[in-house]
T-cell receptor, first 113, second 116 residues
Framework: AQSVSQHNHHVILSEAASLELGCNYS??????LFWYVQYPGQHLQLLLK??????LVKGIKGFEAEFIKSKFSFNLRKPSVQWSDTAEYFC???????????FGRGTSLIVHP | NAGVTQTPKFQVLKTGQSMTLQCAQD?????MSWYRQDPGMGLRLIHY???????DQGEVPNGYNVSRSTTEDFPLRLLSAAPSQTSVYFC???????????????FGQGTRLTVV
């Protein structure tokens, strides 16, 4: 069974700091990769996704992620965070051709103004 | 389009009671799934369906039943509620195999369930 690991469980940053959240998965075949965000009290929203092509993916709100196949990683980055980025971030992976993603445990990000 | 609609938003049950969490989507998606979200555990897949009449178990299916009689609806039944089922439940849908364009899963607003 595939698994998804998010290494940072809690991250605290000041505004304007740079962000990188790690995500690794265990499945060796073709994968679809996602980052979702959950703002306090809300449902999950898609930040960005990778299916194929350019391994550097740009999403909404200035987020980007890089797929490194050799490292089984899909790390999320943002050059300068804002207070409004305070949320929980989930990495998710589905096998190629499957649309039922497996989620990591999530990373709680707190940004101090 | 309303997207994925879950009802109710909040529910309190007594141990041993049964109930059904409703999920409906109006996007004609083939795939639907139920997740539970617990602190520090992320989202764990309970059951999923790849089309009307087809369901399968996910990672944590015990204590839950599902059925998929129509494309639009995918209810989740708690047979005999237990305190360990206190959680936030999310329903999701995605186009699945019938769509050639890759896309992501769309989530409902969630149901916060407390079992006392």
């Amino acid at each position: 069974a595939q698994s998804v690991s998010q290494h940072n469980h809690h991250v605290i940053l000041s505004e304007a700091a740079s962000l990188e959240l790690g995500c690794n998965y265990s499945y060796g075949g073709t994968v679809n990769l996602f980052w979702y965000v959950q703002y306090p009290g809300q449902h999950l929203q898609l930040l960005l996704k990778y299916f194929s092509g350019d391994p550097l993916v740009k999403g909404i709100k200035g987020f980007e992620a890089e797929f490194i196949k050799s490292k089984f990683s899909f790390n999320l980055r943002k050059p300068s965070v804002q207070w409004s980025d305070t949320a929980e971030y989930f990495c998710a992976v589905s096998r190629g051709g499957s649309y039922i993603p497996t989620f990591g445990r999530g990373t709680s990000l707190i940004v101090h103004p | 389009n309303a997207g994925v609609t879950q009802t109710p938003k909040f529910q309190v049950l007594k141990t041993g009671q049964s109930m059904t969490l409703q999920c409906a989507q109006d996007m004609n998606h083939e795939y639907m799934s139920w997740y539970r979200q617990d602190p520090g555990m992320g989202l764990r897949l309970i059951h999923y369906s790849v089309g009307a009449g087809i369901t399968d178990q996910g990672e944590v299916p015990n204590g839950y039943n599902v059925s998929r009689s129509t494309t639009e609806d995918f209810p989740l039944r708690l047979l005999s509620a237990a305190p360990s089922q206190t959680s936030v439940y999310f329903c999701a849908s995605s186009p699945g195999r019938s769509i050639f364009m890759n896309t992501e899963a769309f989530f409902g607003q969630g149901t916060r369930l407390t079992v006392v």
